[in-house]
Antibody
């Protein structure tokens, strides 16, 4: 079955960087676009970024564009989210998610990793 | 564009509830709408995709629709049970930017 396991979350100071990872299994990873979605404490879901199956195309939410970079390693079945110049408002659970049948459709979600930006 | 959902809905066990999701600009039928259920402390799961499709394992008590006259999508849950208590999010995307858009979420209470 499809499994998405995020790691790398933690506490980081404002202005610093952090990279979170998501290891995938149970499906043909190299054929699937992957999303990152975040959820601030007590708030709703916010889409962060998407990367195409081959890593060539990447799109970002305006709130993170220029600070975050999504990448993938299809040999390691892993997608990454590099987060730079972090702000307090970036504090959230970060979910990686697999594209489903059509663009925008997410058919599987990881359990999330918590990133806390605080001094 | 933004997707607007009611903040909360309250309904009794065994009843039917409909949660709306209104698109602010652009036609609702331009891009597929998905619905996700998120129980407290858990990751979201898909309950409806591509406007009306139900993933395997999701009970047929869940159904989705779109209404072009009101430019909205709806999630209907019949035969409500306490297990349906959760936050529900609609979602679509912007064709021009390929940005994914989530609604603000609706908290469903069954009591």
């Amino acid at each position: 079955q499809v499994q998405l396991v995020e790691s790398g979350g933690g506490v980081v100071q404002p202005g610093r960087s952090l990279r979170v990872s998501c290891e995938a299994s149970g499906f043909i990873f190299r054929s699937s676009a992957m999303h990152w979605v975040r959820q601030a404490p007590g708030k709703g879901l916010e889409w962060v970024a998407v990367i195409s199956y081959d890593g060539r195309d990447k799109y970002y939410a305006d709130s993170v564009k220029g600070r975050y970079t999504v990448s993938r390693d299809n040999f390691k079945n892993t997608v990454y989210l590099q987060m730079n110049n972090l702000r307090a408002e970036d504090t959230a659970v970060y979910y990686c998610a697999k594209r489903g049948n059509s663009y925008g459709h997410i058919d599987h979600w990881g359990q999330g990793t918590l990133v806390t930006v605080s001094s | 564009f933004i997707l607007t959902q009611p903040h909360s809905v309250l309904e009794s066990p065994g009843k039917t509830v409909t949660i709306s999701c209104t698109r602010s600009s652009g036609n609702i039928d331009y891009n597929y709408v998905q619905w996700y259920q998120q129980r407290p402390g858990s990751a979201p799961i898909t309950v409806i995709y591509e406007n009306t499709q139900r993933p395997s394992g999701v009970p047929d008590r869940f159904s989705g629709s779109i209404d072009v006259s009101s430019n909205s999508a709806s999630l209907t849950i019949s035969g409500l049970g306490t297990e349906d208590e959760a936050d529900y999010y609609c979602q679509s995307y912007d064709s021009s930017t390929l940005h994914v858009v989530f609604g603000g979420g609706t908290k469903l209470t069954v009591l």
